[in-house]
């Protein structure tokens, strides 16, 4: 047996390479390496996939998150409601333009921030509320909207992985103050390279992000307020435009090969986070919980299986933000789901015999 890595890139690569090449080309030969007409069709089509209105691209996810907060009026003295159960950015995000992150512990069934704890954590700081759809599983929309219109705060959704992930019939980021996408190149939807998203919504906040996107600028020599250098890549444009076409595709892909993964787990009683009701989830990850994670990943490693964690320190727990005040067992659930959670490997070109494979080599040796 080959080896399984947890995302094959390469497998991807070699199915979209002739296509690639082309609009590669196409790229060098008129110049639109930075923003340009590549950009702003795939702006254009992501947009409207996603029945959003306002769409820009940009650098990073990081990047999309940042301006959409500041777009929103967020500044330093404010604090924003997230997540300890996500990767660094979303918290660096905020405190790259002074906002401070305040950790609320997750739903023990979803991983996602759990709404029913949200009210304790309310101070007249709090400016916007920022989920995240984690592992591509969609957060309880319905009562976080219903929870930042209560306060008259802003809602800002993190849907770095989740692209095409849906609640109530309708796409994450679509219904919200602002969302943030990442095009990192092992998301759902990846670039060749870093890049991102900003669903903004409404049209004035939408300007305001794109100029802070382009050095604060909406005239090539007139800025009218200090920005950043986060604009995207024409030949990212370009590329995820040729992907997003194949994307329905994909994510039927994904979801039949999560749904492999439950079926041969459920019974055994492993922990897998649930969905709530009416969410369509787009497993960017496929998440299993187990006792003795070590002993797994060294096992599956051995045999050319690539596993992973996401993540195994929660953020409130990290050295960079210890000035925080957070000490362990202030989130305990997020602290558990942090010290149990294994990836296992999962992409639309990971075929069923290597899944079958995963499922053996997995199941000989994971404890729940």
């Not at 992501?46 to 650098?59: K, P, T």
């Amino acid at each position: 047996m080959n080896k399984i890595p947890l995302v094959n890139l390469e497998r991807q690569y070699e199915c979209l390479r002739g296509e690639i090449l082309e609009i590669t080309d196409q790229v060098f030969r008129s110049g639109a390496f930075i923003s340009g007409p590549y950009v702003r069709t795939f702006e254009k089509e992501f947009a409207a996939s996603h029945d959003a209105r306002f769409g820009i691209g940009c650098s990073s996810g990081t990047s999309a998150l940042t301006v959409i907060l500041q777009a929103l009026g967020l500044k330093a003295g404010d604090e924003a409601i997230t997540t300890p159960h996500t990767f660094f950015a979303t918290a660096e995000s905020m405190l790259a333009i002074g906002v401070t992150p305040k950790f609320v512990d997750v739903d023990p069934e979803t991983h996602c921030l759990d709404v029913r704890k949200l009210e304790a954590a309310m101070t007249p700081k709090v400016k916007a509320i920022v989920p995240v759809h984690i592992y591509g599983n969609p957060c309880d929309l319905p009562n976080l909207q219903a929870f930042a219109k209560k306060h008259r705060i802003a809602l800002v959704e993190d849907c770095a992985q989740s692209h095409f992930a849906r609640i109530g019939g309708k796409f994450v980021g679509s219904t919200s103050d602002g969302a943030a996408f990442s095009f990192y190149p092992g998301k759902n939807l990846g670039a060749p390279g870093d890049a991102g998203f900003i669903f903004a919504g409404s049209e004035s906040v939408s300007n305001i992000a794109r100029k802070l996107c382009d050095h604060g600028r909406s005239e090539k020599y007139l800025h009218d307020s200090v920005g950043f250098n986060h604009r995207m890549d024409g030949l990212h444009g370009a590329i995820l435009s040729l992907k997003l076409k194949r994307m329905p595709e994909y994510t039927k892909k994904r979801v039949a090969l999560a749904k492999r993964y439950q079926s041969a787990f459920a019974g055994k009683g492993y922990k897998m986070p649930a969905a709530y009701p009416t969410a369509e989830p787009v497993y960017h990850l496929f998440v299993v919980e187990v006792s003795n994670r070590a002993r797994v990943l060294e096992s599956l490693n051995a045999v050319g299986i690539q596993a992973g964690v996401h993540y195994p320190v929660p953020l409130h727990l990290q050295p960079a933000l210890k000035f925080l005040g957070y000490a362990r067992g202030s989130l305990p659930v997020a602290e558990r789901v942090a010290d149990r959670v294994v990836s296992l490997p999962l992409c639309p070109e990971l075929t069923e015999s290597e899944q079958d494979f995963v499922i053996q080599k997995f199941l000989e040796v994971a404890e729940k």
